[in-house]
């Protein structure tokens, strides 16, 4: 079987491994190119396709004549997208005998969209997992071929959580590629009344809402923790991102009150409070005494 595939991130590089392990050729895949604006924390497709003699291209638009003609003209069985950025055209999708099927990091119809490890974990999830589907125009919508659920536990971070995926998304391709290589398996179709969409995130979006419960604010900054930007709030006119914290039992009678207790700083929430165990402040990262001594120069002081 041969497959046209689309391919970035960690989740591309176990794609295009699973697809040669289970004996598909791959005549060409499309990447990204990196971004200097980015945090590349993840392995290179790129890398991946030229150990393996693969040729590999990465144009800004896929969806030009040009490339749905290069697609034709290679007659692939499939096509497979894993974490590719870019949405395919309807003609681009037409193209394989056997349909265009896309990894996705949610337990779908939940969460289509972008960003998937970060929301399910802002969002209090407690299982998420990784699904492959047909592809559609409208993107997440598609049959679904197969899926696997994953916990999440109240400790993980959106780096640990898209771990345990990485490790299901595995999982999930050994158990469904030799069907597919056939060209019989079966595909559910998805019911979107019982999903959610989720738009992509910004940087901007980790400034922190102290009027918020404490259990949200901890987990925004669970959800938006390194390697991604990281959730913030300003002191003063200073940035102070948080990047770890616990929840605190005591309740602070204003949002964003900074008090010391017991050798612990707090910050009070709509709802509860939370310790901070790391922080940065200009360009500085604080943990332990020097976190607490921060703090307690600006007891009494608001967040915002």
Not at 206 to 225: M, P, Q, S
Not at 231 to 249: C, N
Request: hydrophobic share 40%; net charge neutral.
């Amino acid at each position: 079987m041969k497959a046209v595939v689309f391919a970035y991130h960690n989740m591309g590089l176990i794609g295009i491994e699973k697809l040669l392990h289970h004996g598909f050729s791959i005549p060409l895949v499309f990447t990204h190119e990196d971004s200097a604006a980015e945090n590349v924390w993840f392995g290179s497709v790129r890398d991946l396709c030229a150990r393996h003699g693969i040729p590999s291209v990465s144009p800004q638009n896929p969806n030009t004549q040009e490339w749905v003609g290069r697609i034709s003209s290679l007659a692939p069985d499939y096509l497979f997208s894993f974490y590719y950025r870019h949405m395919l055209s309807k003609d681009i999708l037409a193209i394989p005998r056997y349909g265009a099927y896309n990894l996705h990091g949610s337990l779908l119809p939940k969460y289509r969209g972008r960003a998937p490890v970060n929301w399910v974990i802002i969002k209090g999830e407690t299982i998420t997992g990784v699904t492959l589907h047909e592809m559609e125009v409208k993107p997440d919508a598609g049959a679904i071929v197969s899926q696997i659920a994953v916990p999440i536990d109240m400790e993980d971070t959106a780096l640990s959580l898209f771990g345990k995926l990485e490790q299901a998304a595995g999982r999930l391709l050994d158990g469904c590629l030799p069907a597919m290589k056939n060209g019989v398996f079966q595909k559910t179709p998805q019911d979107l009344s019982q999903g959610s969409y989720y738009s992509g995130r910004r940087p901007a979006d980790g400034r922190i809402d102290w009027r918020a419960a404490a259990v949200e604010v901890y987990n925004l900054i669970r959800g938006v923790t390194r390697p991604y930007p990281g959730a913030f709030g300003y002191l003063q006119e200073r940035q102070v991102i948080i990047w770890r914290s616990t929840l605190a039992e005591e309740c602070a009678a204003q949002p964003g009150l900074i008090t010391v207790r017991n050798q612990e700083a707090l910050i009070g929430c709509g709802h509860g409070s939370i310790a901070p165990r790391e922080i940065e402040v200009d360009a500085r990262v604080m943990q332990d005494r020097e976190l607490f001594e921060f703090f307690k120069n600006h007891e009494g002081e608001i967040m915002r």
